[in-house]
């Protein structure tokens, strides 16, 4: 693959996640449909019955409605080939019911991790890693690992 390709690859990542951090739905969705295979393959475990770019959207409307001021920071962001691998910090206040919890209004933060293959510049395949134990420490349902 060549420079030119991976960096169309890192644009078209960009791209969703500038959607994502406008923390519109409709504009998210518009950029999924865009850029993201509809039968994309995840390999993340999600909440959702749905799949494809569809199971994508919907975590994203959940997303929204557990944390509104959700912002995605990329940390590290590498093209290589048809892959693209991102290391992200995510923060939001817990404004609405997660994994049980009512809504704590505390501000939480976790890491993911997040390698994207690409075909004819749209995303094919999503595999990631979410620190959901960061999550449930913070929202009381796991206790805090020993110092």
Sequence with gaps: MSTAEAARNKATFNRLHAATNSRDPEIIAKVIDEVVDPDVQMSTPLPIAATGAEALKQVWV?????????????????????????????????????????????????????????????????????????????????????S
């Design 62 to 146: 959940m997303l929204l409605k557990v944390f509104p001021d959700v912002h995605v920071t990329v940390e590290d962001l590498i093209a290589e080939d048809d892959r693209v691998v991102i290391r992200n910090t995510v923060t939001g206040t817990h404004r609405g019911e997660f994994m049980g919890v009512p809504p704590t209004g505390k501000l939480i933060t976790y890491d993911e991790m997040f390698v994207f293959r690409f075909a004819d510049n749209r995303i094919t395949e999503a595999n990631g890693i979410v620190n959901v134990a960061s999550q449930m420490r913070q929202l009381g349902l796991l206790p805090e690992p020993p």
